[in-house]
């Protein structure tokens, strides 16, 4: 599918859209069950630049992280769904593993303008310190309150 890139292509990806003057906005996470709430930050996070591209967290970090009931998609067809939406440009596939110096490889070599994350994101200080690094703005987005798909699944769960 077009706009998917694997992890490996990442630098050329951000030199080619540097070259064209375009200002990179860059998003990480699962986007398991697309929701209002990710819709409405993903649409915020694009606004503060030109293109915006979309880390995209692997099953099995998803599983890690959420439990074994997760991901309800898998990354193809998440990247599939994020590639649709207007507003994401890229979506670039991160693997199983891949450790915080890894992450900053690829911060550093996509280069981003912008760092866009969420107020309540678990890796908010760490974030920070990669905009730092790299000399991105930071965009805090809002969140929907009581809107989330860890929520959604609890709410679907109880429901079944």
Do not use: W
């Amino acid at each position: 599918m077009k706009n998917i890139v694997p992890i490996q292509e990442i630098k050329q990806l951000g030199e080619n859209l540097r070259e064209e003057g375009q200002k990179i906005v860059l998003v990480g996470g699962c986007f398991d069950i697309l929701h209002f709430g990710h819709f409405r930050f993903l649409e915020e996070a694009k606004k503060q630049g030109d293109i915006l591209v979309v880390l995209l967290e692997s099953d099995n970090r998803i599983q890690k992280l959420k439990g074994n009931k997760r991901p309800v998609h898998t990354i193809s067809q998440r990247a599939h769904m994020l590639t649709s939406l207007r507003f994401v440009d890229y979506v670039v596939l991160l693997p199983d593993t891949i450790t915080d110096q890894e992450y900053e490889k690829v911060t550093k070599e996509i280069q981003p303008a912008i760092i866009a994350t969420t107020k309540r994101s678990d890796s908010l200080p760490y974030i920070e310190k990669q905009a730092k690094q790299v000399g991105a703005s930071l965009y805090i987005g809002k969140q929907v309150e009581n809107l989330s798909t860890s929520r959604i699944v609890d709410l679907l769960g109880k429901e079944i």
